[in-house]
């Protein structure tokens, strides 16, 4: 109930093309949505976030698309960079908990090839 | 800049042995976290405190327990350190500004654990 499943694990993506992660969830009460950026030897850092109320959010070249019926949600990359290429967390929470507890999705290691 | 930093960010220890990994936050947050990071589990949560002196059981607490004295800072203490507590460490902070849970988490550069 309180898992957020993440794929792919790793991702290989040529430069300026689109990179998509997708994630799933279980719990129908979580309503918050963010992404979060790691790369290496840093602390992960937030990215971008949405809640279930709009299907798609829109920030630069990143993008999430929610939906809420399959719950499921995805970050889209588009003209991947190499300096794009990280580590990319989704996590999901519930807005009324409080501390803010964000369930972490596993993860996936995004390679830009030049 | 929020500033959330760790003491150390390699650390060997044996096992059987009490280990300490301290945080300090400088942005007055409500609300702490501490996190281990290992491939293919993603960040799993392991305790979390929301003011001082209160804390709260993560995903993981097995084998581990936390201290907050003071509102900047956040402990985790491994009581007697096992070779399954080798992985990444990482400390996080968040205001509650929002008071609805959404505020950013601030992350820590993270304390690589080695238990031998």
């Known amino acids: 109930q309180q898992q957020v499943k993440q794929s792919p694990q790793s991702l290989i993506v040529q430069k300026g093309g689109i990179s998509i992660i997708n994630c799933a969830y279980e719990?129908?009460?979580?309503?918050?949505f963010p992404w979060y950026q790691q790369f290496p030897g840093k602390g992960p850092a937030l990215l971008i976030a949405i809640r279930p109320d709009v299907s798609e959010k829109k920030e630069g070249r990143f993008t999430i698309s929610f939906n809420k019926s399959a719950k499921q949600f995805s970050l889209h990359i588009m003209d991947s960079q190499p300096g794009d290429s990280a580590t990319y967390f989704c996590a999901a929470s519930i807005s009324d908990n409080q501390g803010g507890k964000l369930i972490f999705g596993q993860g996936t290691e995004l390679s830009v090839k030049p | 800049d929020v500033k959330v930093t760790q003491s150390s960010r390699y650390l060997v220890k044996r096992t059987g042995e009490k280990v300490f990994l301290e945080c300090v936050q400088d942005?007055?947050?409500?609300?702490m976290f501490w996190y281990r990071q290992d491939p293919g589990l993603g960040l799993r949560l392991i305790y979390f405190?929301?003011?001082?002196?209160?804390?709260e059981k993560g995903d993981i607490p097995e084998g581990y327990s936390v201290s907050r004295e003071k509102k900047e800072r956040f402990s985790l203490i491994l009581e007697s350190a096992s070779t399954n507590q080798t992985s990444m460490y990482l400390c996080?902070?968040?205001?509650?500004?929002?008071?609805?849970?959404?505020?950013?988490?601030?992350f820590g550069p993270g304390t690589r654990l080695t238990v031998l």
């Open positions: 942005m007055d947050h409500e609300n």
């Open positions: 996080a902070s968040s205001s509650d500004f929002s008071g609805r849970g959404t505020d950013t988490q601030y």
């Open positions: 719990n129908t009460a979580f309503d918050y």
């Open positions: 405190s929301y003011d001082v002196k209160m804390k």
